[in-house]
């Protein structure tokens, strides 16, 4: 067992003990080979069940940088590209005044449809079909391409739909025949299948002002039923759902190690992607903290200088994954209770250090 492996296993079981965290993992690659896989805690305070290294998680929008990742394959094997107009692979969508909406603007959040549908509840939100027509209606909030605003839910039907009708197949199919079956992962879903449900950890949340939906009238980026949002993961039938925005489920060492094949040289002789497709995928720009469906990890006034950025995406709560090019470094973490005391930061912070990085 290597130093960098006692040293999060002793910080994990430390930060549950102290009741900073509940159930976690970690996972880290490091030139191309699994250097930290640590978990501790439990997956469900109601029965006592133990977080193991296939627990799975719900990672609220670290599934974000999945779908990203599987639109980068499709514009790497010319099958679409960074500026191609959504309405001409997604007719429907160009309704009032999409029409020129580009994939790279969807990516961005600069596409102006960040706000949910009116009307719609639980059943409507499960419903791939009812929810692409839905977005399909919407109109922008603004002139898109000039503002960015965070598409926190709306992203996974944009996106989704589009890498859907570009590959002809269901996006739960692409997520586990382009980037599962490469990788061998096992653990990696949007969309459960029943029988995993048993290892599907329980989210808690503690706060002493619960973050709240706004007014009922006003536009919704997360509709109102949603909250909060650790119940409505916690529901069969959200977890069952395909939101590539929000309900990912999956394991730390699942996300690492799709970041990790993200980085040059791959991971296990799978390279994702070339260095080249990354570097273009992960162009910065001045005033916004997403480039290509990642958000950017370091600081905002540097990246522009920086030649391949570390990038990746974080989730409600402290889930969090990327990939860093210069350090060859991919990290996934994943954990089950919200509150204040979170230690996400301080476990990235210690896990650095422990493998000898800046």
Known sequence: MSDAQK????????????????????????????????????????????VTGDTLFPVFSTTKGIAATLIHLLVERGQLTYET??????????????????????????????YMPEGIGPAELCDWPTMCAAIAQLKPAWEPGTK??????TYSWIVGEVACRVAGRPFPELVQEEICRPLGIANMFVGIPDEVEPRVAILEEIFEEPQKPLPIGEPQSVSQFMWPLHEWMNRPD??????????????????????????????DGVELLPPERIRLATQFEKGIPHAGGYQF?????????????????GGYGGSNAFADPKHRLAVGLTK?????????????????SALGIG
């Open 297 to 313: 990890v370091g600081n905002p006034e540097l990246l522009g200088t920086v030649e391949l950025p570390a990038f990746g995406h």
């Open 85 to 114: 107009r959504i309405a001409e692979v997604w007719p429907e969508f160009g309704a009032n005044g999409k029409e020129n909406i580009t994939v790279r603007q969807a990516l961005n959040h600069t596409s102006a449809i960040p």
């Open 238 to 267: 959200s977890r069952r759902a395909c939101i590539p925005a929000s309900n990912g489920i999956m394991d730390a060492r699942s996300i690492a190690k799709h970041y990790a094949a993200l980085l040059p040289g791959g991971v």
């Open 7 to 50: 040293k999060i296993e002793a910080l994990l079981q430390c930060l549950v003990a102290e009741g900073k965290e509940r159930g976690v993992q970690v996972a880290a690659y490091l030139n191309g080979e699994l250097v930290v896989d640590a978990w501790a805690g439990i997956a469900n305070a109601a029965t006592g069940l133990p």
């Open 336 to 352: 089950n209770l919200f509150s204040k005391q979170g230690a996400t930061e301080l476990i990235l912070s210690e896990l650095k």
């Open 148 to 153: 960015h605003e965070y598409h926190a839910v």
